[in-house]
């Protein structure tokens, strides 16, 4: 990697349980006390407990959000930095495409399809109690990576993204 901060998605559901809520702001803790950037979604469940967790540390935040501006999509307080795309679901590509590993918790479909974009273009992925994948013709796929805690999930994502990022 270089001298720049590395830039760490967190994925999931825009409502959630009480146990992903902890487990988001946890991570967002361990991004932020990593000097690494939090990158989401920008709004409720998962990516605001995560940015709230960043930010109770002083961690930087980053939201990719679906609509055109704050009138349509307000952010999350917690998000410093707010990019409206105006793309509704497909904002999806752009997060993925912006972070060096996504680690995704708990979710549901929205998430599933970040996940499949990010082993498409080969982003690292750690799962944090979110879905189990196989291929259905049973070919070897690299299945993404899990994690039993956010510290884990957070120093395996740096991990994998230092690694990606040899020559």
Known sequence: ?????????????????????????????????AGAILLCGGRGGVMSAAAAGARSVGGRTVGILPGASALETPPDPDIELPIYTGLGQARNQILVLSAQAVIGIGGGWGTLSEIGLAMKYQIPVVLLESWQLTRPDGRAEPVPARAATAPQAVDLALTLAAARSQP
């Open 1 to 33: 990697m270089t001298d720049r901060a590395a830039r760490l998605a967190v994925i999931g559901g825009a409502e959630c349980d009480d146990r992903h809520r902890q487990l988001a702001r946890e991570t967002g803790v361990a991004i932020a006390q």
